[in-house]
C-alpha cells in the first residue's frame, strides 16, 4: 500500500555533510507526520528528528543546531540535511511516517534504513 524509500547515506569524513530523503509513495492521503530513527551498533533506536504535517519540528538534543528536518508535501517526501558531522552520528538512519490512506484508515511505516558512517 505505502512504501518509504530513502536515500542520501553513506561516509563523510568528520565535519562534512549529508541530505537524506525519505519519499513515500502508494496510498497516501495525507502525512501526518515524518521522522529519522537512527541505531548505532548496540545501541537502541532513538528518534532523531520528526516533522508534523503543520511542520512543527522536534530534535534529540545531541543533533540541535546541526541537523534540520523538512519536508515537501507535493512530492510526500521528507529530508535530513545533517551538518557538522561527528563520528557519534554513525548509524543506521530510518525513516518512519504515520500516513493516513485513501481509506481513511492510519498507519505506521518504516523505511529500509540508510547507512550514514562518520570517519577520516
Known amino acids: 500500500q505505502v512504501q518509504l524509500v530513502e536515500s542520501g547515506g553513506g561516509l563523510v569524513q568528520p565535519g562534512g555533510s549529508l541530505n537524506l530523503s525519505c519519499a513515500a509513495s502508494g496510498s497516501v492521503f495525507r502525512i501526518n507526520i515524518m521522522g529519522w530513527y537512527r541505531q548505532a551498533p548496540g545501541k537502541q533506536r532513538e528518534l532523531v528528528a520528526s516533522?508534523?504535517?503543520?511542520?512543527?519540528?522536534n530534535y534529540v538534543d545531541s543533533v540541535k543546531g546541526r541537523f534540520t528536518i523538512s519536508r515537501d508535501n507535493t512530492k510526500n517526501t521528507a529530508y535530513l540535511q545533517m551538518n557538522s558531522l561527528s563520528p557519534e552520528d554513525t548509524a543506521v538512519y530510518y525513516c518512519?511516517?504515520?500516513?493516513?490512506?485513501?481509506?481513511?484508515?492510519?498507519?505506521?511505516?518504516w523505511g529500509q534504513g540508510t547507512q550514514v558512517t562518520v570517519s577520516s
Open positions: 518512519h511516517a504515520n500516513i493516513m490512506l485513501i481509506t481513511g484508515h492510519s498507519n505506521e511505516y
Open positions: 516533522i508534523k504535517s503543520g511542520r512543527r519540528t
